[in-house]
């Protein structure tokens, strides 16, 4: 995981300081791309230990098109709370988007899967989260976006892609806005994972995670965090095993997933701007 490293010091060394929404402020570039051969191991930050329960369960999560915390609570999963309104609900976000777009039937996820099998050379294998129609309005509160049918958040993690050659899948992602510390790791892996369950459902080898950013940016409470990871030295990634029975992206279940090798540096704590 070099690359992420290379990212803290690009922000560091470029960053331009900038207020926003949270009211805590930012380092922030706009602009930029990491790569990850999916072959060279899964791509789990060893710099610090990550909680890979929280991400699994979120991305099955996502897949079942639930947009509502009470899975995720239910699995001992909290990254979500903050966010939520008294019913545990958090709005169309990306699990509506992904299987239901815009309410409208549209399953998204679906339709890469078939894609790929049927049409793999195709150009227009993408899933977009971002949803005009549902995108908050920032004066108001995010229980009453939530009642206003919006999302409590608009999507970070905004549109990815797939493409096929010489039988390998890669996937790419655009994320608008990137919370290095926090949210970065989880969205490696995340999206890491799922192009490992779409290859294996689609009889498909594994290519690379393009990962390309927006604004991405360093919380100004979280610059001790970023010193201690920069002053470990990042160790070899573990690898992922998935059971091979499963044959459809919405059968997954936890258990289906095996990480080996993982020796990560000690957990850093930080607080999530909100
Ligand atoms: N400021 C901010 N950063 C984010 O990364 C983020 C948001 N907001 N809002 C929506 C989601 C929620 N995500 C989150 C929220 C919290 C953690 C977090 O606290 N992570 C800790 C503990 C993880 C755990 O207990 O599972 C970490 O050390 O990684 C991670 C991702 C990603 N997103
Ligand atoms: O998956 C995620 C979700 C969220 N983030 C970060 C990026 C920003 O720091 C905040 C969202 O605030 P906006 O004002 O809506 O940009 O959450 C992330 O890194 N990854």
New binding site residues.
Partial sequence: MEGYQNLLRHILENGIEKVDR?GVGTKSIFGYQMRFDLNDGFPLLTTKK??LK?IIYELLWFLKGDTNIGYLQGNG????NE?ADENCNLGPIYGAQWRNWNGEGIDQIQTVIDTLKNNPDSRRILVSAWNPCVLPDESVSFPENIKNGKAA?PP?HAFFQFYVAEGRLSCQLYQRSA?VF??V??NIASYALLTMMVAQVCGLQLGMFIHTFGDVHIYNNHFEQIKEQLSRKPKALPQMHINPDVKSIFNFSFDDFELKNYDPYP?I??E??I
């Fill in positions: 949270t990550l909680h929280s999963v909290r990254i979500w966010w958040l970070c919370d926090l949210g790791p989880f957990v704590k930080g999530v701007a």
